[in-house]
T-cell receptor, first 115, second 111 residues
């Protein structure tokens, strides 16, 4: 029943590993996002997809690759994990059009710890 | 791109007092300014927003004001309660879906 769901909720892994975080929304939204929230709580946008097409790609290492198989899903794959990747990653979605187009609905977050 | 600054980074108030958080933005093309509340260990959730054609908006104990000329906007919480304790984020949105969040304000309401 959850509007924006992401899995897993916690992810603990070793440096150098490759991992994926999945995100799904059942709100019928056109736009999905990935954010990174570091230990200082700063919330920074990483990617934005609209109808499966990339529209925002902030300065993010190439090790991060989003994949959108359809407009309800936006997964985040991370290669060669580094200590600095440890953070909480939030997926979000929004309508993309109309008066409510900018209202973002966040998932519960994935806490990634790289050891 | 946009640059959003938020102050203060931490704020403590006594229960019942008011709290004010201020944000400034750099790009005059920004046209939508939401505020999100993030409780400890939870996801950010929208609490109030304002568009560039409006100067003030109020919803019960919370209000937001926007000064387009000065490029700043503020969140006002009156009669604060312990459950208002959280991290608050402002954001400015350029055309399309370019979201830029402020650095957050950790609000503590002391009972």
């Amino acid at each position: 029943d959850t509007a924006v769901s992401q899995t897993p909720k916690y992810l603990v892994t070793q440096m150098g590993n490759d991992k994926s975080i999945k995100c799904e929304q059942n709100l019928g939204h056109d736009t999905m996002y990935w954010y990174k929230q570091d230990s200082k709580k700063f919330l920074k946008i990483m990617f934005s997809y609209n109808n499966k097409e990339l529209i925002i790609n902030e300065t993010v290492p190439n090790r991060f690759s989003p994949k959108s198989p359809d407009k309800a899903h936006l997964n985040l794959h991370i290669n060669s994990l580094e200590l600095g990747d440890s953070a909480v990653y939030f997926c979000a979605s929004s309508h993309g059009t109309g008066l409510a187009k900018n209202i973002q609905y966040f998932g519960a977050g994935t806490r990634l710890s790289v050891l | 791109g946009e640059n959003v600054e938020q102050h203060p980074s931490t704020l403590s108030v006594q229960e019942g007092d008011s709290a004010v958080i201020k944000c400034t933005y750099s790009d005059s093309a920004s046209n939508y300014f939401p505020w999100y509340k993030q409780e400890l260990g939870k996801r950010p959730q929208l609490i109030i927003d304002i568009r560039s054609n409006v100067g003030e908006k109020k919803d019960q104990r919370i209000a937001v004001t926007l000064n387009k000329t000065a490029k700043h906007f503020s969140l006002h919480i009156t009669e604060t309660q312990p459950e208002d304790s959280a991290v608050y984020f402002c954001a400015a949105i350029l055309t399309g879906n370019q979201f830029y969040f402020g650095t957050g304000t950790s609000l503590t309401v002391i009972p």
